[in-house]
């Protein structure tokens, strides 16, 4: 999308789609006569990333930086997310040596320019102290492209995108703007693949998607929620559903998906399906006529076709490119799989996969005869939501997740690596870290949770996904494999640098409020129940209108049922999310009041008592 100057759909539409009909037309005519590069095989990727600030949140000054790094990288749709596109290397026994030698080079280099001006970047799927605040408009890259896509989608869509995700928490959210994307960071795998063997190795790819989903989870969190292993799964397809309420009796499919069957033919079937299914939402002045190119023996780059699918977000999705050999080629492209935990991590979920790919039994060559597709799919989306401790439909066998990659899949992509010539001891070393997270039973997401419920616990969710992110940080920069990190003791008092930290990072949102209608009897039985000093009083749109205290309470005669509006206190005075957390132990000292309610357009969205502010750095 970034090589077109974009445009919404409904401009240049029949002219853009003729050119897009002449690509699949240039693309069969390709595949037909063996056009496609021969006797060389690729890797590539592309790291997603975030950048923090002093207090671990989201830093929106991160796209700035762009004019000190090198070309590798770029924007992403959220002005706090970069991406890296790592050069494609020759797949032999030095491809990962390569790739993780230009990582490492530019992680460095971004890590070197952040820190002068005091940002960091992060490896992760969620970043988890990422707030609704960080996912409004001003929060999005000013760019033509993100607009017109924003633009397109909300049309398509016909309202707000929404959110309901049921894990071990739950999550109902809406959002006026496709914000929701910049929430999810990934480590994006290419494969370079011959069209001759495309479908089997496409299925094959999407049969162990799940195994290798369970393995790499690492986004348990969003909203200071513990929801889906890898959350980012449901979040990025909800984010950008565009399906309206009205078609749901019918069989439509989100642009954001696994897919619907196998793929049994030419690999163009995939793009055709995808232009049938989903309507265009961009269009781009398109100069070149691929199938005239194609009789003039030039190799066509199919603007039309690469456009219209990179607004189609396949988890394994089929890519067209041209070699730096002049010819074309085709590449799968794992999107499933997060960024994170750390460089040495992301090495081995890149070995695991490609060995896999590479280590395909006989056997899996004729998957639609053998698997039914949605078992591939229900597979997929068990191990988004427990990852290792998932239960998979496996060869016609209930198998642990952990069973299937430990039995069945280490030494198939032990035999991948090999055949494409890594020793034995780099063979070892990415494969062990695998091998290790199924024994312990730590991967990302397992460890992130592990140290979120003691720390939520006992601090609140605010504190919890702060301590967890600076653990992150310092993993990172260690570079030690997730399943060796230590876990953070829950006991230690933790310091909160007042000059950085805001309100936002470290209030509750776990909050008990109650109706201005109900009874003062209510309230009572409330405050009582929860054992609670305050009790926000909302109005039936959700506004906060007031507040009862324990103050409020005393003297009133037993049997009292006025209305809580009689009493509560009307006069608040409130912080937003924003407000440094130094600024709002002066405002509790100053007001002497017990608590302060932090508030968005009106309605409550956190609170931090005086309780909370001794329990963070004592005397304050």
């Not at 049969?207 to 969190?221: D, E, G, K, Q, R």
Request: proline share 5%; aromatic share 8%; charged share 25%.
């Amino acid at each position: 999308m970034g090589e077109l100057l974009v445009k919404p759909a409904h401009v240049n539409r029949k002219t853009y789609m003729r050119h897009l009909l002449r690509d699949v037309e240039a693309l069969d005519e390709m595949i037909l006569a063996h056009a496609f590069e021969k006797g060389r095989q690729r890797i590539g990727a592309e790291q997603e990333l975030n950048m923090v600030d002093e207090s671990a949140q989201p830093d929106s000054r991160a796209y700035t930086l762009l004019n000190e790094l090198p070309d590798e990288f770029t924007y992403e749709i959220g002005r706090f997310n970069l991406e890296a596109n790592l050069d494609p290397f020759d797949l032999n026994g030095q491809a990962f040596q390569r790739t993780e030698h230009q990582l490492r080079q530019l992680l460095s280099t971004l890590y070197e320019v952040g820190e002068r001006h005091q940002m960091r970047p992060i490896l992760t799927g969620i970043l988890p102290t990422i707030h609704p605040c960080h996912l409004t408009e001003e929060h999005r890259v000013p760019l033509d492209r993100f607009d017109v896509l924003n633009e397109s989608l909300l049309r398509s869509r016909g309202g707000q995108f929404e959110l309901n995700i049921s894990g071990t928490d739950d999550l109902t959210a809406a959002l006026p703007s496709v914000m929701y994307e910049a929430a999810n960071t990934s480590w994006q795998l290419h494969l370079q693949i011959d069209p001759n063997d495309f479908a089997e190795a496409y299925n094959w790819a999407q049969y162990i998607a799940a195994p290798v989903l369970a393995a790499t989870a690492n986004s348990p969190l969003f909203f200071g929620r513990e929801l889906w292993h890898e959350t980012r799964i449901a979040l990025f397809q909800q984010s950008i559903d565009t399906r309206r309420s009205s078609y749901q009796v019918r069989d439509r499919h989100n642009r954001v998906n696994f897919g619907r069957e196998w793929l049994k033919g030419s690999p163009a079937l995939l793009f055709k399906d995808n232009i049938t299914r989903f309507p265009l939402l961009l269009t781009g002045d398109i100069k070149e006529d691929a199938l005239s190119s194609l009789q003039q023996g030039k190799t066509p780059k199919l603007r039309a076709l690469n456009l219209h699918n990179g607004t189609i977000y396949s988890w394994n999705r089929t890519c067209y490119g041209i070699s730096d050999t002049g010819f074309p080629h085709l590449r799968i492209e794992a999107r499933y799989v997060p960024c994170g935990p750390t460089v040495v991590d992301e090495i081995a979920n890149f070995a695991f996969w490609v060995g896999l790919m590479k280590g395909m039994p006989p056997q899996y060559a004729n998957l639609p005869d053998k698997v039914p597709f949605k078992t591939a799919k229900s597979n997929f989306y068990q191990a988004a939501r427990t990852s290792l401790y998932a239960t998979l439909d496996w060869d016609g066998q209930h198998k642990t997740a952990r069973e299937v990659i430990l039995e069945n899949l280490l030494p198939l992509a032990k035999e991948g690596l090999e055949k494409v010539g890594l020793s034995d001891a780099e063979i070892s070393k990415h494969l062990g870290i695998i091998e290790r997270r199924c024994r312990t039973k730590a991967n990302g997401a397992s460890w992130m949770i592990r140290n979120f419920r003691p720390l939520s616990a006992n601090f609140g969710s605010g504190v919890a996904v702060r301590e967890v992110t600076e653990a992150m940080l310092e993993g990172q920069r260690a570079d030690t494999p997730v399943h060796n990190w230590p876990a953070i003791d829950s006991s230690r008092v933790f310091t909160v640098r007042k000059g950085h930290t805001t309100v936002g990072s470290v209030m509750k949102t776990d909050l008990f409020t109650i109706r201005d209608a109900e009874p003062i009897s209510f309230a009572k039985a409330v405050m009582k129940w929860k054992k609670v000093r305050h009790l926000p009083v909302e109005d039936e749109h959700g506004n906060l209108v007031g507040l009862i205290t324990k103050t409020n309470l005393q003297g009133l005669p037993e049997g009292a049922n006025h209305d809580v509006t009689e009493i509560m206190v009307k006069e608040l005075v409130t912080a937003d999310q924003y407000t440094p957390l130094q600024e709002a132990a002066r405002i509790i000292k100053d007001h002497r009041i017990g608590c302060l309610p932090v508030v968005r357009e009106g309605q409550l969205i956190g609170m931090l008592t005086d309780t909370d502010f001794r329990a963070l750095f004592g005397n304050y």
